[in-house]
């Protein structure tokens, strides 16, 4: 059974400055979804996109990433209106034989490809869902509606989840079929695994698999590139053999 990777990659990025899908914004001359698609294809059988649902879109991002994907399989689909629902449409357009499957931001264009790997290998060791997380580092508050501290929370049993997540593709597929799940805005696909009950396994996550989000984020991405294409040839491949960190 094959492995696949789903990039919802249809999101606007409002919060990222003008311009076009968050996606397609560049990241050292090229845009981030190929600095993603090129891990992963490293990983997995199959890479299915959710492109923006604009008109010409899924041409456009198939010619793009048809170069960039190594020997894995490319399929490009019109993505949804909320990353729910580009999700849901990926993993309907997954091939028959695929049966663990990666859902992986694209605005996180930096994952290492051994973050992806290790959260296959908690798949292959049992798993229903995985996710990569590191441990909270700042002081949290919870605060009421008049932005008044109600309390301190105790940060070492806090988690900052990234992707790649991975899932059993039964599993995944149930949790976006559940009733109500429509009607959810869930923040990740984990979340909806949660919903039916079933356990999420925790890996180790990576720092440098931080999601581009604002201005500043893509200024510290340019920096991390920059430093990875410097390390020389034997301390491994950028993207690739990155250490995961505890």
Known sequence: ?????????AGRGERLGPGGPKALRLLAGRPLLVHAVQTLGQVVDVVVVAAPP???AVDDVTALLAPEVGTAQLVVVAGGATRQESVRRALAALPADVASVLVHDAARPLAPAALARSVLAA????AHAVIP??????????VD?????VETVDRSVLRAVQTPQGFRRVVLEQAHAAPGADALEATDDAGLVERLGLPVQVVPGSEEAFKVTRPLDLVLAEAVHAARAARPASSGRAGDDEAVTA
């Open 54 to 56: 604009d008109p010409g």
């Open 123 to 126: 798949l292959e060791a049992g």
């Open 133 to 142: 997380a590191l441990p909270v580092t700042d002081t949290v508050k919870r």
């Open 145 to 149: 509606a008049d932005e008044v501290v």
């Open 1 to 9: 059974m094959r492995t696949a990777a789903v990039v919802p990659a």
